[in-house]
């Protein structure tokens, strides 16, 4: 029998998309009929990766290929692929203005910052101070995270006191926070776009002799020390998307098209706030 | 100077007993002939090893694929050799391809034609380049690593800064055509690298300004001795230094359809390992413009077969780290067997 | 080995005014004082010896001249005139040649480039300089017959000068300032590093730069060859001028207790 | 050699009349002792400059913090210094302290005592320093950038491979208290910043290997032909680059609690920056050990104060490159001026 | 000026088999020649001239010996002994001092440093070389004593060799070889940037380093020296030995056709 060849091409090396791969993995595993191909570039600015990750694709014949984008410049090259037949499924985030997809699996972004501000909208009000530890600059995703947030506080007109990039990386989380805590004695929350720096945040708040429960700490990807972190009470809130499902449901989306069967257009996986109430459910 | 190896001797009384050309033994030839050819040779042993390993690596579609990566690092690594040639360095490249697409994008959406949009993206990318050089030669600054490395963070806080942190879709036509096929199925882009190369080589080969170059990568403190314009060829490199990464801001936009404050990721390690991978010296005044062009479709080689193979992304970089060694040491052993074979070949002929 | 010609007879061919002079010349590196209230001049068609021992100041001296260094205090005249000299291409474009002792050779370069290097025969001539295209052959064809009227014997014309000898390398230098000497012609210890054979044909180089009408300043520690050469001597001692003389077979002991300062 | 200016007029006869220290003009000379005091000059300027700018700049909290955000950077530039003096360059310090953190995470978790977690970690790095000297000396390679560039590929490769692309929280309490505050309300990684440099400064000044340094930063030719083992003493300088990358790990780890594979991003850029900005030379031979802590400092100083003026992340980019020229070209007039007045010095008392 | 001691008087003294011995040493360089077939001796307490035009093998024969170049073919010989010299480190072990003709200083050190380059006084004398205290004092001691005898004019002990005035850098250069002198010392051109009274001081350091019973190799192209000093004159041109004689004011001449060859 003829295998189906589908390629999935990720971001970056960090967890939330690894777990993605394995998913699609076990999928792949589980569907003798899919022969998965997977690829990923260096780093979350790697456009020059991808594109080259989807060329060899295309040279290797994929029938169908799952994408998580880094942004709107590797349109041209996805172009490129459905010219030579190929579905083209987008896993995580969307292509503003693009319109070569077979269909769209993901959790809106901003939607996702709107949960996250929707919470602090809870337990802030007008005029309090906020700190955001954003990610790394330029990429579009986690912009959406912090704009999306913005929103989600709708009429609690809060005041960002501190905004810095972390890169995503714990050290730069370390110090960031440090530093926005020195010139903020004052200050109410602090808002991390993803998972890595929220470690480091921690750290420096109980340096900076602030108690737990002085700080509200709200972030996003619910990875990396984050669900110890909101068990230890370190941590108030994260928002979790689910890259495992991103990962099944865009192989399975792929595969689907490919034969000929009807996908939807969009493919919502959903994203959900992590508590203390309910992190069991998230380990 | 471009002459045979034995015209020495005809000036004044003929110092050593020149080996003559038409003794020389056949199989030391070939042998020596093979070596010489440098690193085109570890080059092709790369892509045999290759099309074993890969059946698609050898396919005229990913032959293509691979010139069309590699023509942003051949372009940029063309400028960044002539800087290294005189010793110095230029860490901006990659911030300067993002900035100059990022303007160049917002040009077009203004309304500015191909031509214009072209024309502001080279001028941007040469403009980052001159006040590198004259920063470098009139701040009086020590090395250039400083200077570039602040306009390596200053051209990317501008172009983030301008592009509002985002990709901006949309180049016109003419520029798009670089990134689709043009003839012989290859990519237009690959038409502006031979282009640039074969401008930058008739430059530096055939024009005083090249011959400067080497004289001031060679020993700076005699070229002003000499009378040579040192701040101003110092300041040129660096302005075709940056000329090249705008032309790479082209390309790379032909590519993407857009301008991003993206681009360029660690372009300067990329296209400084392709320098020194194709045998220039950091010491200066030593290296050749072809063999840099070499390196960057090594290293473009290198990537692609990684993809192919689906290497996983932490093994990749181990690979390629693995990969990078092996091209040099091959060829320090090449030049090594190359002055053996000549000392041989000499002692048979004498 | 061709004659030498006496040198004195063409002091008399030297024109009024010295072609270069040099004023109260002062400099100073840091607290080190290695030129103080030095006055030199020189005339076309004339060899002025420049003596001294280790240290005093002579490669300072022209060095100031030829525009890698800027006096502190004092002013260089050119046929009479008062002129800033603020770098090495504004001496070169003056007329004044310099073989440096240190000879500033490139040497990733071949001697052919570096002969011409700076002066790159090429054109068209309405391009900047930079931009105009190099005369290969006629270079290369120049460089042959400088060479052949020198007697230096290079291994071969194609390889850099990084692998000649100490004496190949002094004879190049040398052979390099002779390419475009118009008004003076500074040599710092020429023949320093040259054998019996390529000294020789130095000095007669010399004799026949200033033949040709040029001001030669000729920094050396051979008597001799001041004695056979120099129109007049100018000794310095810790940077200052001690002493100004016509040099003969006679007063070479009176030099030397100048130089030494015994 | 540690001997008063005029000491060298004693020997033989006095060829020089030198400048006599009672008759110094007090004015000028306390302007020389100003402008020679060097970079730290230029680092005190900013201190004054930021102090007026932030409330909270010179709060004792906040320079605390200062100097636990910069003591990675800081250990990892002396190592990086000592390269740079003999001509070369690691790239590789910023992976190197990856990999540390997650081989010492890793024999954490493996249940390896506090003491053997630190020894793992800066042997890790000590090992990929000598990797990197013994294939740049035995290997013959050009030049240290490439085989240095590869290990920082492979050594992140491999970290990531290792911790499976995450962070491993967790590490010993001993090397947390790096983290705490320790003794005057510094953390303890400052005292180990200390204790590094004084080790350092000691080695490179007492001992006979810090002279091999500068003299094959000096010239390696020359250093050769006097018998100086030259390959060992760079070998030396890349294990103890690497050491410091170990050390470095350990800091860092202690800072997070965890070891992670995306550690020391760009460290490299950071520590040359460093080096460079503390005025030594790409050309070998000349810097000092103390003048790599300023630079590195510098740089943190810098960071700190863009966040505590809530400066939006783009134009981050622009103030940190821009800032990073006005210190150099500081540092290039105050030499200058430096020189000026110690002419005029000797001129008054002659 | 201390007189000079006669050097014929010497070679009576010199042990029976050579100190230093090279047999058949060929060097190519690529396709030339720079030395075929050479093969020279010295014994202690001699002082052997090696003489030849510029380009005729004479450094690269030192730098063989030296270990800086390694011999194609043929064999050094020390006290009689077939000898390994894979590395200039070898040599000095060996007892084999060399001044280069390029001088090979480090610019960026001070003359003191560069005396004890590599051979640093260090202690304590169980731990591996580098890893040693330097004993400064020492150093220093030794440095000022050693440029008192040898009448050198420095302008400061703690400034860079990068400084110094050619010929202060040449003696700097000779001075260092003294430091070690054991067994061969091969001075290569030391006297071609001195000038009279350096000249003279270096000269009477070559023969007290004779005197001392080191085989001294002189390498110059100053006749008078070589009759002043040289227990025997070996000639090269163009890579070949093509003469050996004793050298006297009466065959200054001989010895000047041998060299150019005519
Ligand atoms: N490293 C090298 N590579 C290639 N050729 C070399 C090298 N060193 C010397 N030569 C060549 O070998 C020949 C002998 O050179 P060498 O330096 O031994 O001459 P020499 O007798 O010392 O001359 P001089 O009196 O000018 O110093 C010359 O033709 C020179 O160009
Ligand atoms: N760039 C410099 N910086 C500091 N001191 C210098 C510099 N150049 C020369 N000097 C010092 O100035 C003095 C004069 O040096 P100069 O080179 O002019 O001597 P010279 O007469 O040419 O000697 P030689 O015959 O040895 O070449 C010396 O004491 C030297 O150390
Ligand atoms: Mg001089
Ligand atoms: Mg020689």
Same mark, same amino acid.
């Given at each position: 029998?003829?295998?189906?060849?589908?390629?999935?091409?990720?971001?970056?090396?960090?967890?939330?998309?690894?777990?993605?791969?394995?998913?699609?993995?076990?999928?792949?595993?589980?569907?003798?009929?899919?022969?998965?191909?997977?690829?990923?570039?260096?780093?979350?600015?790697?456009?020059?990766?991808?594109?080259?990750?989807?060329?060899?694709?295309?040279?290797?014949?994929?029938?169908?290929?799952?994408?998580?984008?880094?942004?709107?410049?590797?349109?041209?090259?996805?172009?490129?692929?459905?010219?030579?037949?190929?579905?083209?499924?987008?896993?995580?985030?969307?292509?503003?203005?693009?319109?070569?997809?077979?269909?769209?699996?993901?959790?809106?972004?901003?939607?996702?910052?709107?949960?996250?501000?929707?919470?602090?909208?809870?337990?802030?009000?007008?005029?309090?101070?906020?700190?955001?530890?954003?990610?790394?600059?330029?990429?579009?995703?986690?912009?959406?995270?912090?704009?999306?947030?913005?929103?989600?506080?709708?009429?609690?007109?809060?005041?960002?006191?501190?905004?810095?990039?972390?890169?995503?990386?714990?050290?730069?989380?370390?110090?960031?926070?440090?530093?926005?805590?020195?010139? $903020?004695?004052?200050?109410?929350?602090?808002?991390?776009?993803?998972?890595?720096?929220?470690?480091?945040?921690?750290?420096?708040?109980?340096?900076?002799?602030?108690?737990?429960?002085?700080?509200?700490?709200?972030?996003?990807?619910?990875?990396?020390?984050?669900?110890?972190?909101?068990?230890?009470?370190?941590?108030?809130?994260?928002?979790?998307?689910?890259?495992?499902?991103?990962?099944?449901?865009?192989?399975?989306?792929?595969?689907?098209?490919?034969?000929?069967?009807?996908?939807?257009?969009?493919?919502?996986?959903?994203?959900?706030?992590?508590?203390?109430? $309910?992190?069991?459910?998230?380990? | 100077?471009?002459?045979?190896?034995?015209?020495?001797?005809?000036?004044?009384?003929?110092?050593?007993?020149?080996?003559?050309? %038409?003794?020389?033994?056949?199989?030391?030839?070939?042998?020596?002939?093979?070596?010489?050819?440098?690193?085109?040779?570890?080059?092709?042993? =790369?892509?045999?090893?290759?099309?074993?390993?890969?059946?698609?690596?050898?396919?005229?579609?990913?032959?293509?694929?691979?010139?069309? %990566?590699?023509?942003?690092?051949?372009?940029?690594?063309?400028?960044?050799?002539?800087?290294? =040639?005189?010793?110095?360095?230029?860490?901006?490249?990659?911030?300067?391809?993002?900035?100059?697409?990022?303007?160049?994008?917002?040009?077009?959406?203004?309304?500015?034609?191909?031509?214009?949009?072209?024309?502001?993206?080279?001028?941007?990318?040469?403009?980052?380049?001159?006040?590198?050089?004259?920063?470098?030669?009139?701040?009086?600054?020590?090395?250039?690593?400083?200077?570039?490395?602040?306009?390596?963070?200053?051209?990317?806080?501008?172009?983030?800064?301008?592009?509002?942190?985002?990709?901006?879709?949309?180049?016109?036509?003419?520029?798009?055509?670089?990134?689709?096929?043009?003839?012989?199925?290859?990519?237009?882009?690959?038409?502006?690298?031979?282009?640039?190369?074969?401008?930058?080589?008739?430059?530096?080969?055939?024009?005083?300004?090249?011959?400067?170059?080497?004289?001031?990568?060679?020993?700076?403190?005699?070229?002003?001795?000499?009378?040579?314009?040192?701040?101003?060829?110092?300041?040129?490199?660096?302005?075709?230094?940056?000329?090249?990464?705008?032309?790479?801001?082209?390309?790379?936009?032909?590519?993407?359809?857009?301008?991003?404050?993206?681009?360029?990721?660690?372009?300067?390690?990329?296209?400084?390992?392709?320098?020194?991978?194709?045998?220039?010296?950091?010491?200066?005044?030593?290296?050749?413009?072809?063999?840099?062009?070499?390196?960057?479709?090594?290293?473009?080689?290198?990537?692609?077969?990684?993809?192919?193979?689906?290497?996983?992304?932490?093994? %990749?970089?181990?690979?390629?780290?693995?990969?990078?060694?092996?091209?040099?040491?091959?060829?320090?052993?090449?030049?090594?067997?190359?002055?053996?074979?000549?000392?041989? %070949?000499?002692?048979?002929?004498? | 080995?061709?004659?030498?010609?006496?040198?004195?007879?063409?002091?008399?061919?030297?024109?009024?005014?010295?072609?270069?002079?040099?004023?109260?010349?002062?400099?100073?590196?840091?607290?080190?004082?290695?030129?103080?209230?030095?006055?030199?001049?020189? #005339?076309?068609?004339?060899?002025?010896?420049?003596?001294?021992?280790?240290?005093?100041?002579?490669?300072?001296?022209?060095?100031?001249?030829?525009?890698?260094?800027?006096?502190?205090?004092?002013?260089?005249?050119?046929?009479?005139?008062?002129?800033?000299? #603020?770098?090495?291409?504004? *001496?070169?474009?003056?007329?004044?040649?310099?073989?440096?002792?240190?000879?500033?050779?490139?040497?990733?370069?071949?001697?052919?480039?570096?002969?011409?290097?700076?002066?790159?025969?090429?054109?068209?001539?309405?391009?900047?300089?930079?931009?105009?295209?190099?005369?290969?052959?006629?270079?290369?064809?120049?460089?042959?017959?400088?060479? *052949?009227?020198?007697?230096?014997?290079?291994?071969?014309?194609?390889?850099?000068?990084?692998?000649?000898?100490?004496?190949?390398?002094?004879?190049?230098?040398?052979?390099?300032?002779?390419?475009?000497?118009?008004?003076?012609?500074?040599?710092?210890?020429?023949?320093? *590093?040259?054998?019996?054979?390529?000294?020789?044909?130095?000095?007669?180089?010399?004799?026949?730069?200033?033949?040709?009408?040029?001001?030669?300043?000729?920094?050396?520690?051979?008597?001799?060859?001041?004695?056979?050469?120099?129109?007049?001597?100018?000794?310095?001692?810790?940077?200052?001028?001690?002493?100004?003389?016509?040099?003969?077979?006679?007063?070479?002991?009176?030099?030397?207790?100048?130089?030494?300062?015994?």
């Amino acid at each position: 029998a003829d295998k189906i060849k589908v390629g999935l091409i990720t971001k970056f090396p960090v967890p939330f998309y690894s777990t993605m791969e394995d998913a699609a993995k076990k999928y792949a595993a589980a569907h003798p009929e899919v022969q998965l191909v997977t690829g990923q570039g260096q780093a979350a600015t790697d456009i020059e990766g991808q594109i080259a990750l989807i060329e060899s694709m295309i040279t290797q014949g994929v029938k169908g290929l799952a994408i998580t984008p880094v942004d709107p410049t590797v349109a041209p090259t996805l172009d490129k692929a459905v010219a030579a037949g190929i579905k083209v499924v987008l896993v995580d985030n969307g292509i503003p203005d693009w319109k070569g997809q077979t269909a769209l699996v993901s959790t809106n972004n901003l939607n996702g910052g709107k949960i996250a501000g929707e919470y602090l909208k809870t337990v802030l009000k007008s005029g309090d101070k906020i700190g955001i530890l954003q990610g790394v600059p330029g990429v579009p995703a986690l912009d959406d995270r912090v704009t999306g947030m913005m929103e989600g506080l709708g009429d609690v007109k809060v005041e960002v006191v501190g905004k810095g990039a972390t890169n995503c990386t714990l050290e730069l989380g370390t110090s960031v926070t440090e530093d926005i805590l020195t010139a $903020n004695p004052d200050l109410k929350a602090i808002y991390a776009a993803c998972g890595p720096p929220i470690p480091g945040a921690v750290k420096s708040i109980s340096n900076a002799g602030i108690g737990n429960d002085k700080i509200i700490l709200v972030g996003f990807d619910a990875c990396c020390g984050e669900i110890e972190a909101i068990k230890s009470g370190a941590e108030d809130a994260s928002v979790a998307q689910f890259p495992a499902k991103m990962g099944e449901l865009g192989i399975d989306t792929v595969v689907k098209a490919i034969r000929g069967e009807p996908v939807e257009a969009n493919v919502d996986t959903g994203a959900g706030l992590v508590t203390l109430q $309910n992190v069991k459910d998230f380990e | 100077m471009p002459e045979a190896g034995n015209t020495g001797t005809s000036v004044g009384e003929a110092a050593v007993r020149a080996p003559k050309k %038409q003794e020389a033994v056949p199989g030391l030839a070939l042998g020596l002939a093979l070596l010489s050819a440098g690193p085109v040779v570890i080059l092709a042993l =790369l892509i045999v090893v290759l099309s074993f390993l890969s059946p698609y690596f050898l396919t005229g579609r990913n032959l293509s694929n691979i010139l069309a %990566q590699t023509a942003v690092i051949s372009v940029v690594a063309m400028g960044q050799h002539l800087v290294i =040639l005189t010793r110095g360095i230029d860490l901006s490249v990659g911030s300067n391809v993002a900035l100059a697409s990022v303007v160049g994008a917002l040009s077009f959406h203004a309304g500015a034609p191909a031509f214009l949009v072209i024309a502001v993206m080279v001028a941007c990318g040469a403009a980052v380049g001159a006040i590198n050089g004259l920063f470098y030669v009139f701040g009086r600054l020590p090395h250039p690593f400083i200077i570039t490395l602040a306009t390596l963070s200053i051209a990317k806080g501008l172009a983030l800064q301008l592009a509002d942190g985002r990709a901006i879709p949309g180049m016109p036509d003419a520029i798009d055509a670089l990134g689709r096929e043009a003839v012989w199925g290859l990519p237009g882009s690959v038409f502006v690298v031979a282009g640039v190369a074969a401008v930058l080589f008739a430059m530096a080969k055939t024009m005083v300004w090249g011959r400067w170059i080497y004289a001031v990568g060679g020993r700076p403190d005699a070229a002003l001795r000499m009378g040579i314009p040192v701040s101003w060829v110092l300041v040129s490199v660096y302005v075709i230094s940056g000329l090249c990464a705008g032309i790479g801001a082209v390309i790379l936009a032909g590519r993407t359809d857009a301008g991003s404050p993206l681009f360029g990721n660690l372009l300067e390690l990329d296209t400084i390992a392709a320098v020194i991978i194709g045998g220039a010296s950091f010491l200066g005044g030593r290296g050749h413009l072809g063999h840099a062009l070499i390196g960057a479709i090594m290293i473009g080689v290198i990537r692609n077969a990684l993809n192919l193979l689906n290497v996983n992304v932490f093994f %990749q970089l181990i690979v390629i780290g693995v990969v990078i060694v092996i091209a040099v040491e091959s060829d320090v052993l090449r030049n090594y067997l190359e002055g053996r074979v000549r000392v041989m %070949q000499a002692g048979r002929q004498s | 080995m061709s004659a030498v010609p006496a040198g004195v007879d063409h002091a008399a061919t030297a024109a009024e005014y010295p072609v270069l002079a040099v004023r109260g010349a002062t400099k100073r590196f840091g607290s080190v004082v290695a030129l103080d209230d030095v006055s030199i001049e020189v #005339r076309r068609g004339e060899i002025l010896g420049l003596l001294g021992d280790n240290g005093a100041g002579k490669s300072t001296l022209t060095k100031c001249i030829s525009g890698v260094h800027q006096l502190d205090a004092g002013a260089i005249l050119l046929d009479g005139a008062p002129t800033q000299i #603020r770098s090495p291409a504004d *001496a070169r474009f003056a007329g004044i040649e310099t073989v440096y002792q240190d000879l500033a050779l490139f040497d990733n370069l071949t001697p052919g480039q570096n002969f011409f290097a700076g002066r790159e025969l090429a054109g068209p001539q309405w391009l900047p300089r930079g931009m105009r295209f190099l005369q290969q052959r006629r270079m290369d064809a120049e460089t042959r017959v400088l060479l *052949a009227n020198l007697k230096v014997t290079l291994p071969r014309l194609d390889a850099v000068v990084a692998m000649m000898s100490g004496g190949q390398r002094q004879a190049i230098a040398v052979a390099r300032s002779t390419v475009f000497a118009r008004k003076v012609v500074i040599l710092d210890e020429p023949t320093a *590093a040259l054998g019996l054979r390529e000294s020789r044909q130095v000095l007669n180089l010399v004799a026949t730069l200033r033949d040709q009408g040029n001001a030669v300043i000729l920094i050396t520690h051979n008597m001799e060859h001041v004695v056979e050469l120099a129109d007049r001597a100018v000794v310095l001692r810790q940077g200052r001028k001690v002493g100004e003389l016509v040099p003969t077979k006679d007063n070479k002991q009176e030099l030397v207790s100048m130089i030494v300062g015994a």
